[in-house]
């Protein structure tokens, strides 16, 4: 089975809100963790990420943050703007980096 | 150009066609990989070649051929394919500093492909 995945395939915010993207992964031995940002016709790029030893790391405008004991990784996103408007998706290494399905996120005018 | 970029960025071909997607980085890396991105499916990676050696094969069909010529340059050889083939096609690069830890991806754009 798939060991990474997200919890809503879509999810829909107010511009100006804050967007907050789930992900559970079942590899307990996984010890890295990375958020992508997939615009339409491009290519992943990579957003932030996070080693296992962490459960909070901060970027510009994003925040991860990773809870081992219930395996959970979310991307938080403050002040959306229209240009956050992609499919976002998570992954997770152990020997091998291994992706999630992604979240389509739209911002509401 | 810079970062990494894939030609053709659309492809289609018949089931008996062969063809070649490309794949050029020139952000100086060491390791090139091939992704197959399908609808509702999560990213899966083919190839990987580390300083022009393939380091992972993940049970690709034969029909899919890699080859890294160089640093810098990667294809995809492409014959007889089935139309369940037709998906993007993503492209990236990285430097490999140390075998054990990850390495920040750049990905391509991709190249859509469609098998009739």
């Known amino acids: 089975g798939e060991s990474v995945g997200l919890h809503l395939p879509t999810l829909s915010v107010q511009e100006g809100d804050n967007s907050i993207i789930n992900c559970a992964y079942s590899n307990s031995a996984s010890d890295y963790f990375i958020w992508y940002k997939q615009e339409s016709g491009k290519g992943p790029q990579f957003i932030i990420d996070i080693r296992s030893n962490m459960d909070k790391r901060q970027g510009q405008r994003v925040t991860v943050l990773l809870n081992k004991t219930v395996k959970h990784l979310s991307l938080q996103i403050a002040a959306t703007q229209p240009g956050d408007s992609a499919v976002y998706f998570c992954a997770e290494r152990d020997d091998k980096i291994i992706f999630g399905k992604g979240t389509r996120l739209h911002i509401l005018p | 150009e810079t970062g990494v970029t894939q030609t053709p960025r659309h492809l289609v071909m018949g089931m008996t066609n062969k063809k070649s997607l490309k794949c050029e980085q020139h952000?100086?890396?060491?390791?090139m990989y091939w992704y197959k991105q399908s609808a509702k499916k999560p990213l899966e990676l083919m190839f990987v070649y580390s300083l022009e050696e393939r380091v992972e094969n993940n049970s690709v069909p034969s029909r899919f051929s890699p080859e890294c010529p160089n640093s810098s340059h990667l294809f995809l050889h492409l014959h007889t394919l089935q139309p369940e083939d037709s998906a993007l096609y993503l492209c990236?690069?990285?430097?490999?500093?140390?075998?054990?830890?990850?390495?920040?991806?750049?990905f391509g754009p991709g190249t859509r492909l469609t098998v009739l």
């Open positions: 990236a690069s990285s430097q490999v500093v140390h075998p054990s830890s990850y390495n920040e991806q750049f």
């Open positions: 952000l100086g890396h060491n390791a």
